[in-house]
């Protein structure tokens, strides 16, 4: 019996389907066969090429490609050598489509978060604001880089003004930018800057690397206020407090701060010195790469 022609075009759609499915699926076997579960394959044909391989069904292979990537970025550790896989395999998910944002900035979060990865992270964010010139975010998260993976205000001022002159792009963007223009970096800007991303953010894995340094920057907020409170006792009264209580009890704080990792601010009425109980030294906020600070 002959099936009517309407009847015929679902099938042959879906085998299409399968066939540009298949063939991604060798393209990317042959690359998985002798490699750590991290990296999941150590070698990717380049994106160009299984753009044409993949018969035009270029967004189902990206997908396909993009679900290794989450693996790998979900792993507990991440070696430098799976980060550098990670980028290869994200340059190509985002060649086969370019107009993918969300891995453009789940990416670029993950190499920097997971992976000292700052230069690779621009380069795929540029790479993204180059396709998809109309997404605040990706310009917003270049300014992000700029601040705090390369200490330079002024390119990060650039990124965010930019951004803020986008459709959809929050007010609060271009404050940040006037303030970035005027000012070195700061923890109040540094918590501002964090507490946005990490709105914005929903990759879980990532979202528990920002939450951590979010509480750091925020501890180092508040070890700044505190500081600047004890000098102000100290030049009212020429002496130090005997404790961090008469900071309020003076009206130089409107209350002490609450230590974001569960813990206490502890006071050495001696030497003037404030820490925190949870965390080991200070948090530099002017550095050329994260993993400086660590």
Excluded at 21 to 41: D, G, N, P, W
Aim: proline share 4%; with cysteine.
């Amino acid at each position: 019996m002959v099936m009517p022609s309407r009847t015929l075009m679902p099938v042959a759609w879906a085998a299409c389907i399968c066939a540009g499915i298949a063939v991604t699926e060798v393209y990317l076997e042959e690359a998985r066969a002798t490699v750590q579960r991290s990296q999941h394959f150590s070698y990717l044909p380049d994106g160009d090429v299984l753009r044409r391989a993949v018969l035009g069904y270029r967004e189902v292979a990206s997908d396909i490609l993009w679900l290794q990537v989450i693996q790998a970025m979900g792993e507990r550790r991440v070696s430098q050598e799976a980060g550098q896989w990670i980028y290869r395999a994200l340059d190509v998910v985002t060649t086969l489509d370019p107009k993918f944002v969300r891995a453009y900035e789940a990416g670029a979060h993950a190499l920097c978060t997971l992976v000292v990865m700052p230069e690779a992270s621009n380069r795929l964010l540029e790479k993204g604001i180059h396709h998809n010139p109309q997404e605040w975010r990706l310009l917003f998260l270049l300014g992000f880089n700029y601040y705090f993976e390369f200490g330079d205000n002024r390119k990060a001022a650039e990124a965010m003004a930019a951004a803020a002159r986008l459709p959809g792009a929050p007010d609060v963007i271009s404050r940040l930018a006037a303030r970035m223009l005027v000012s070195a970096h700061s923890p109040h800007q540094a918590v501002e800057l964090l507490a946005k991303v990490y709105e914005d953010t929903t990759d879980e894995s990532v979202r528990k690397v920002l939450e951590q340094r979010l509480r750091e920057a925020i501890v180092e907020r508040d070890l700044y206020l505190l500081e600047q409170a004890i000098s102000q006792f100290q030049a009212q009264y020429s002496e130090r407090p005997a404790r961090l209580e008469e900071l309020v009890q003076r009206g130089l704080l409107r209350e002490l701060p609450q230590e974001p990792f569960g813990g206490q601010y502890i006071y050495d009425a001696g030497s003037g010195a404030v820490r925190s109980s949870e965390v080991q030294g200070r948090l530099q906020l002017t550095m050329r790469k994260r993993g400086q600070y660590q």
